[in-house]
């Protein structure tokens, strides 16, 4: 029973801070009527899942990557619009390209070519709304239940809708990415429709901020091997780069002068 108990708040405090907010262990303590001792055991477990990391008196999030969509479209956006400038010559005439659920795959809905013949698919809220405002490129929505922080869907009836399609090219967004623990995500229903995603895609993209890269998040997606190409940032850490490339990743930096 106590295991249970402590499973579901960890949950609790997860969610928290999965959604951006950081925690204080006395608040958390007087929260849950149990000792700072529990809730610092909690937390250690949170940080060594990487959803966390511990400071003087509780814990924050680890990654942006873990914000809510809303707070992600506002951060690093020069170097966003690179990553989404930088995977247009990986993508052929005539696809079928999915951009799925993340703040950098909205930009690569602004950029994408209006004369190279594409048709969009999507989960995400703003990629879509993004397309719509265009109007110039066919476009077809996954529904379902819309996971708010994520800024999409990503459920059942999501998986069902993408398990029916034959996709060219899949910019997928994801949490945290490195030749140690391959491709990984912060929600549990993020990961399984990311791992349909894959599935059901010929070429499979991540365009990947400096922040995520050798990091860590609790739920895997896929192994570096399911990946055909990575996009970096210009500035992207050597040493992370590297130890993509000895993985076998086909990795592609964004140039300068596609900042602007």
Do not use: W
Not at 15 to 27: H, K, N
Not at 163 to 180: T, Y
Not at 203 to 220: D, F, M, Q, W, Y
């Amino acid at each position: 029973m106590a295991n249970k108990l402590s499973t579901s708040r960890r949950d609790v405090v997860a969610t928290r801070l999965l959604a951006g907010e950081p925690v204080s262990s006395t608040a958390l303590a007087g929260e849950f009527l149990i000792s700072e001792d529990a809730i610092r055991r909690d937390l250690r477990a949170l940080a060594a899942a990487g959803i966390c990391r511990r400071v003087y008196g509780g814990a924050v999030p680890l990654l942006s990557s873990g914000l809510p969509i809303s707070a992600r479209l506002k951060e690093g956006l020069v170097e966003k619009r690179a990553l989404a400038r930088a995977v247009l010559p990986l993508i052929p005439r005539q696809s079928f390209v999915f951009l799925d659920s993340g703040s950098t795959n909205v930009m690569a809905a602004e950029v994408l070519p209006d004369d190279a013949d594409l048709s969009i698919g999507t989960n995400s809220i703003e990629a879509a709304a993004t397309l719509a405002a265009r109007q110039d490129l066919p476009m077809l929505f996954a529904g379902g239940g819309v996971h708010l922080a994520i800024g999409g869907c990503v459920d059942g009836a999501a998986i069902e809708a993408v398990s029916r399609l034959n996709i060219d090219v899949c910019l997928l967004g994801v949490c945290a990415l490195s030749a140690e623990n391959g491709v990984s995500a912060f929600d549990a229903a993020d990961a399984a429709f990311k791992r349909v995603l894959i599935a059901r895609s010929r070429c499979t993209i991540i365009l990947v901020s400096n922040e995520k890269l050798a990091g860590h998040a609790p739920h895997r997606i896929a192994g570096l091997s399911d990946v055909d190409h990575v996009v970096v940032s210009h500035d992207a850490p050597e040493d992370a780069v590297a130890k993509l490339e000895l993985a076998g990743v086909k990795v592609l930096r964004a140039g300068l002068h596609q900042t602007n």
